[in-house]
């Protein structure tokens, strides 16, 4: 019963350095997303996925990659990490299907100095 | 393109009171909609969703919302806040059709519980 699991939970970066943020999911489920939580901001799009081998641009993009070569895996790369990417980083899945609703991991919370 | 308002950033209420959190949309067509709840340092738990069909909608935990097309709106309500209700509440809208399943959110509002 793991539905979206994310790696890490907890991360500090120094400015210029890069890593990749995991999230998995086992629902088998066609679109996959991930957003940044900042306060007062909500929950804004970073990148999404409509299926293995496509992704696309959101609302805040610039920054990060994303790929997605399988339907259980969509990393989120940053490349050169910078101050104000400091943020809650969540991913979710959802069918599309019958059941529009998106499921979320528990978030990684990444601090860059 | 999509928008949710919030208002309200802070809503404070007495345990066993009514709590009324105000969200209203913009979309070009009646979209899906949802309430999601946030607790201290937990991911986003679904509450209640619109989809079709019937407009007054019972969530989790007691929550429902009504979807008020002329109004462009998707209030939460609960009849009794209880201590454990305390969290951060977050309006979202998706286009009913295509987008990726693209969540659009509001700012949240943040619930007190008071006793």
Redesign the interface.
Known sequence: NAG?TQTPKFQVLKTGQSMTLQCAQDMNHE?M?W?RQDP??????IH???GAGIT?Q?EVPNGYNVSRSTTEDFPLRLLSAAPSQTSVY?C?S?S?QGR????????TRLTVV | AQSVTQLGSHVSVSEGALVLLRCNYSSSVPPYLFWYVQYPNQGLQLLLKYTTGATLVKGINGFEAEFKKSETSFHLTKPSAHMSDAAEYFCAVRAFTGGGNKLTFGTGTQLKVEL
Not at chain 1, 100 to 107: H, L, M, N, V
Request: glycine residues 22%; aromatic residues 22%.
């Open positions: 979206v679109y997303s957003y007062g901001m909500g929950l804004r799009l999404y996925s409509v696309d959101g969540f979710a959802s599309g529009p609703e998106a499921f979320f991991g528990q978030g």
